[in-house]
């Protein structure tokens, strides 16, 4: 069984900085490209950034000079620095792995989120 663990997540002021971290754990063969989604209730989860294994990056416009993510490929860890948040920024944020698993094959993987709450 595979699991995602998010942390990082919390209350900013505008204008501040958080980093999510994300630790993928289980019974992996490899992990493909990851990434971090958010969503805010009654609405559609939305990327924010992904990640290839070889480091390519993908960001959503809205993030785009704001948020930076990273990840390790020896730890199955991914990141997400999030800096000059604005109040449109508050979601709960879901880890994602594309990922290879013994026994199930490929499929997408996700954490259980966490709040990230930007103040005006």
């Known amino acids: 069984q595979v699991q995602l663990v998010e942390s990082g997540g919390g209350l900013v002021q505008a204008g501040g900085s958080l980093r999510l971290s994300c630790a993928v754990s289980g019974s992996i063969v490899s992990i493909n490209a990851m990434g971090w989604y958010r969503q805010a209730p009654g609405k559609q989860r939305e990327l924010v950034a992904t990640i290839t294994s070889g480091g390519s990056t993908n960001y959503a416009d809205s993030v785009k000079g704001r948020f930076t993510i990273s990840r390790d490929n020896a730890k199955n860890t991914v990141a997400l620095q999030m800096n000059s948040l604005k109040p449109e920024d508050t979601d709960v944020y879901y880890c994602?792995?594309?990922?290879?698993?013994w026994g199930k094959g490929r499929y997408d993987s996700w954490g259980r989120g966490t709040q990230v709450t930007v103040s005006s």
């Open positions: 994602n792995a594309d990922l290879w698993s």
